[in-house]
């Protein structure tokens, strides 16, 4: 089991900027965000897997940026350009397998931190 905690949500204006930083007991090999607003399904953001392949939500790519330090065991999401639609609770998600497909896929996660706020106002 792996425990892992978020932090950096906030409030930011759209067009601005966050830092998520999820603290992990370990990292893993496949690490990865999630999100749900209101009213939705929980949705894969970002991920990452050992070395380093990232994959990105369309709907995010170009503006976010997963990445993580293994001597902090930290595992990161960067957020630029954020647009009210960003605005949902953000969830960090781990797993000890080597994902090689469905890296943004809920089920393919089984250690889930308690999640941050990320509220965008237009």
């Known amino acids: 089991q792996v425990q892992l905690v978020e932090s950096g949500g906030g409030v930011v204006q759209a067009g601005g900027s966050l830092r998520l930083s999820c603290t992990a007991s370990?990292?893993?090999?496949?690490m990865a965000w999630f999100r749900q607003a209101p009213g939705k399904e929980r949705e894969g953001v970002a991920a990452?897997?050992?070395?380093?392949?990232?994959t990105y939500a369309d709907s995010v790519k170009g503006r976010f940026t997963i990445s993580k330090d293994n001597a902090k065991r930290t595992l990161y999401l960067q957020m630029n350009s954020l647009k009210s639609e960003d605005t949902a609770m953000y969830y960090c998600?781990?797993?000890?397998?080597?994902?090689?497909?469905?890296?943004?896929?809920?089920?393919?996660?089984?250690?889930w931190g308690q999640g941050t706020q990320v509220t965008v106002s237009s």
């Open positions: 370990r990292l893993t090999n496949s």
């Open positions: 990452i897997r050992t070395p380093v392949t990232t």
């Open positions: 998600a781990a797993t000890s397998h080597l994902l090689y497909s469905d890296f943004l896929e809920r089920q393919e996660y089984n250690n």
